[in-house]
């Protein structure tokens, strides 16, 4: 046998391994998309609820997941990584049949909506814990050198999960009555749940590692150079995401849809066909380059004078932003014991939590003050002091290296 072809054949059943972890991601973030598309109608137009309230509703459960990344990641750690995704994905199932009480609104309005907050933030721990219990275990199943094909599969499942589930949750809401409405979505919620949960009880277990385990915040010292690298390029994301079709709106432009979907396309294609690159070439040199091709799509929007040069910004931001996460991952792991790898997945991950919670409001101000367009100069920005965020985290740690 050829060389390449063992190389294929060990690639083939790296995939293999992960497919039953991308299953539980997928199954288990449809309870997150579902809800997120539902919630603002069933809070304003069923409960007659205001806007803040339905803001409310849907950002606790975001709230939630932040404040249990460390609970998630230690418990990872001590008890193993099959126990916190299994723990997760049952908790999903909970939450799903609070959602079904929450729909019954039998006692008055806001009885269904405290109701429908306790399933949305017995929601977050569970989101906490299947992500962070799925990575960690998915990189003990296929070793530390495939992290970054973890993270690029575990996040495809994600992010389809969401695409599909938003649409599913709308629909279900616009058939109000026995067959739809709320108590469907909470119906399909547990069914996911109970889908996830299923899968991950029949996987074989990897047992915790043994040996130096960190304080958390030893290990948030140690993951935060990267992580901020994380946070910085997702103000990119939530320009893209936030304001990309109001800026073609000022601008007078059609077709901010193509944009969306090209930004989409463009990141899905990118972990599809390129998703190895972090463990072949390292996680720095990925980033930067990702960082560099991320930069240029946002100065190629702020720039845009036509809606095909928007276009092309848009798709070489999601050219970019798609391997930032895997890259500066595989840089974050790398810097902590194998026993406290679920705390730093668990840190990891709650920089992108932090960012994309700030860069709303940030990208917000900006495009108050200075037009639609400074938003991408902003994403620009972030990205290039991600790049310096990455430099100086590799150079400290090439230092303390030399020194011991």
Known sequence: MSPSATIADLRSSVLLRLAPFVLIIFFGYLTVGMPLAAIPLQVHDVLGFGNLTVGIAVGIQSLATLLTRQLAGTLCDRRGAKFGAVLGAGGSILAGAIYLTASLGTPGSYWSLAVLSVARLTSGVAEALVMTGSLAWAIGVVGAQNTGKVMVWVGIGMYAAIAFGSPIGVQLMTRQGAPGGFAAVAAGTIVCSMLATGIAAFMPPVVPHGGERLLFMSVVGRVAPFGAGLALATVAFSAIGTFAALDFQSQGWTGAGFALTGFGAAYIFTRLVFGGWPDRFGGVRVAAWSLLVECAGQVMLYLAAVPVMAFAGAILTGIG?????????????????????????????????????????????????????????????????AMLAARHATRSAAATTTLA
Request: glycine share 16%; aromatic share 14%; net charge positive.
């Open 321 to 385: 932003f798609s391997l930032v996460f895997p890259s500066f991952g595989i840089e974050a792991v790398r810097r902590v014991p194998p026993a406290s790898r679920g705390a730093a997945l668990g840190a990891y991950v709650a920089f992108f939590d932090i960012g994309f919670g700030l860069a709303g409001p940030i990208t917000g101000v900006v495009a108050g003050a200075l037009g639609y367009p400074s938003v991408f100069a902003a994403g620009a920005l972030g990205t290039l002091i």
